[in-house]
């Protein structure tokens, strides 16, 4: 994933996740957390950022899922931590928490 900005002094931390695991009928895992890196300096890509959260890959196992990339602009100097377990992820309350 290829940020491509021009500026030299932001970074962006990069979450993948599943709203629907494990399945679209009963997503009680919501979200499932299949990917974060933090510390991606905005003009470079994924690689050259800190995989918090290593990189798991989709197995859905009923139904079509939806796989949701979401990008996080850091504030100057600010560390962002992996969470503790992939499953019930939320991406609002992670990004409240960094805000």
């Not at 992996?82 to 805000?99: C, I, M, S």
Request: hydrophobic content about 35%; some cysteine.
């Amino acid at each position: 994933v290829e940020i491509g900005a021009n500026d030299l002094c932001n970074f962006y931390t990069l979450v993948m996740v599943d709203p629907d695991a494990p399945s679209p009928s009963n997503p009680n895992l919501r979200e499932y957390l299949h990917w974060m890196v933090t510390d991606i300096p905005a003009t470079t890509d994924a690689s050259f950022g800190n995989e918090v959260v290593s990189y798991e890959s989709p197995r859905p196992s009923m139904g079509i899922h939806r796989f949701v990339f979401v990008l996080f602009r850091q504030l100057d100097g600010e560390t962002v931590y992996a969470p503790e377990w992939r499953q019930n992820f939320n991406t609002r309350d992670f990004a409240e928490l960094y805000k």
